[in-house]
């Protein structure tokens, strides 16, 4: 069975006194029945970490250990600070610093090295899913983006339709359980049955209080990377219990 993951995406929101919103939510969640997962900024990480009785994570990492690359942090220092998981390959990433599947795979690989999860993000413009070429820009930033050893612990994928993001607009849930099927059948492809169906795979993009319901109950979705509506814990609270729920 997959642990079902809700994970809280702040971008680039928050100076400490956000962290209340951490104590808020493990006041309302004091054992959640699903894994909750926020990712603040790089500031706030080690004080998160230090706080809340959540995993905490990061918004990217680079590809090495270390090294002269000014402004980046590594996978070590996101474990060293007290995180568990990293997003990489997020869109605002892959178009804001024009990250290739193949950086995002190495930045991956380092992510599972360091000892943490990677969460892989993918999705389709709005141009690509009207020319009906969603699947085929699934598949290739699948077979890019993903390292080779990959398992049920240190990878999560999350399908993000870019057009989804921060706009309010949502896939229907039929387009969302296409996707999600055949991530779900790529996965066992590549990595056969035992890994393949134990990677969990999180929709993304708009996800809010009263939707979640619904996208939740969509086959081979097993919880949601959320960006704004994870600000709050007033918002994101009810997102936890209707994955609680579903
Ligand atoms: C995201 O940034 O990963 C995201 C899904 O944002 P939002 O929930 O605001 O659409």
Same mark, same amino acid.
């Given at each position: 069975m997959r642990r079902k993951l809700a994970a809280g995406n702040w971008k680039m929101n928050g100076l400490k006194g956000q962290l209340a919103e951490l104590d808020k939510l493990a006041a309302a969640h004091p054992s959640p029945e699903v894994d909750v997962l926020l990712c603040p900024?790089?500031?706030?990480?080690?004080?998160?970490?230090?706080?809340?009785p959540f995993?905490?994570?990061?918004?990217?990492?680079?590809?090495?250990?270390?090294?002269?690359?000014? =402004?980046?942090?590594? %996978?070590?220092? #996101?474990?060293d600070a007290g995180g568990k998981a990293v997003i990489v390959g997020h869109s605002e990433r892959r178009e804001d610093h024009d990250e290739?599947?193949?950086i995002v795979r190495a930045k991956a690989r380092a992510a599972q090295a360091a000892g943490l999860t990677a969460i892989v993000c993918m999705g389709e413009s709005l141009l690509e899913r009207e020319a009906q070429n969603t699947l085929d820009?699934? =598949?290739?930033?699948? %077979?890019?983006? #993903?390292?080779d050893n990959a398992t049920a612990e240190n990878?999560?994928?999350a399908y993000e339709p870019i057009w989804a993001i921060g706009t309010g607009l949502v896939p229907s849930l039929a387009q969302i359980g296409e996707v999600h099927a055949f991530i779900r059948a790529r996965l066992e492809r590549r990595f056969g049955a035992g890994v393949g169906l134990g990677v969990r795979i999180l929709y993304g993009g708009s996800v809010k209080p009263d939707n979640a319901r619904d996208i939740f109950a969509v086959p081979?979705?097993?919880?949601?990377?959320?960006?704004?509506?994870?600000?709050?814990?007033?918002?994101?609270?009810?997102?936890i219990s209707a994955l609680e729920a579903s």
């Amino acid at each position: 069975m997959r642990r079902k993951l809700a994970a809280g995406n702040w971008k680039m929101n928050g100076l400490k006194g956000q962290l209340a919103e951490l104590d808020k939510l493990a006041a309302a969640h004091p054992s959640p029945e699903v894994d909750v997962l926020l990712c603040p900024p790089a500031t706030l990480l080690a004080a998160a970490a230090l706080q809340s009785p959540f995993s905490i994570g990061a918004q990217d990492c680079h590809a090495n250990d270390a090294g002269a690359h000014t =402004g980046d942090i590594s %996978a070590q220092m #996101i474990k060293d600070a007290g995180g568990k998981a990293v997003i990489v390959g997020h869109s605002e990433r892959r178009e804001d610093h024009d990250e290739h599947s193949d950086i995002v795979r190495a930045k991956a690989r380092a992510a599972q090295a360091a000892g943490l999860t990677a969460i892989v993000c993918m999705g389709e413009s709005l141009l690509e899913r009207e020319a009906q070429n969603t699947l085929d820009i699934i =598949g290739g930033q699948l %077979a890019g983006s #993903i390292p080779d050893n990959a398992t049920a612990e240190n990878l999560v994928v999350a399908y993000e339709p870019i057009w989804a993001i921060g706009t309010g607009l949502v896939p229907s849930l039929a387009q969302i359980g296409e996707v999600h099927a055949f991530i779900r059948a790529r996965l066992e492809r590549r990595f056969g049955a035992g890994v393949g169906l134990g990677v969990r795979i999180l929709y993304g993009g708009s996800v809010k209080p009263d939707n979640a319901r619904d996208i939740f109950a969509v086959p081979n979705v097993d919880g949601a990377l959320v960006g704004g509506a994870s600000l709050k814990a007033a918002d994101f609270s009810p997102i936890i219990s209707a994955l609680e729920a579903s």
